[in-house]
């Protein structure tokens, strides 16, 4: 089994950037499908983006254009660069790995591995 951790998250202004990183432990990451979560207060987990193992992606529209996720096997490291954050974009970021032959998996009961999550805060 997988264990993942991200980082990267903190505070940063409107139209700033900030990179995540989820370093997993345990197994090598290439053999799952990795995605991106996130969690404003009182608000249900909303996925952001997906990266196959192939490096094939997709994005929710409130974050296409701005955010890129990518990946280094190699590293057994999964990124998220966000550019020009918005405030709406505060939310408490988890990193997810799933399972499966179907990669376009946009639903939080895809994904069995989640990291802890990194606060991301965007304010002036």
């Known amino acids: 089994q997988v264990q993942l951790v991200e980082s990267g998250g903190g505070l940063v202004q409107p139209g700033g950037s900030l990179r995540l990183s989820c370093a997993a432990s345990?197994?090598?990451?290439?053999?799952?499908?990795m995605a991106w979560f996130r969690q404003a207060p009182g608000k249900e987990r909303e996925f952001v983006a997906v990266?196959?193992?192939?490096?094939?992606?997709y994005y929710s529209d409130s974050v296409k254009g701005r955010f890129t996720i990518s990946r280094d096997n190699a590293k057994n490291t999964v990124f998220l660069q966000m550019n020009s954050l918005k405030p709406e974009d505060t939310a408490v970021y988890y990193c997810a790995a799933a399972t499966g032959i179907n990669w376009y998996k946009t639903y939080a009961d895809d994904y069995s591995i989640w990291g802890q999550g990194t606060q991301v805060t965007v304010s002036s």
């Open positions: 345990g197994r090598t990451l290439g053999s799952y499908i």
């Open positions: 990266i196959s193992r192939a490096g094939g992606t």
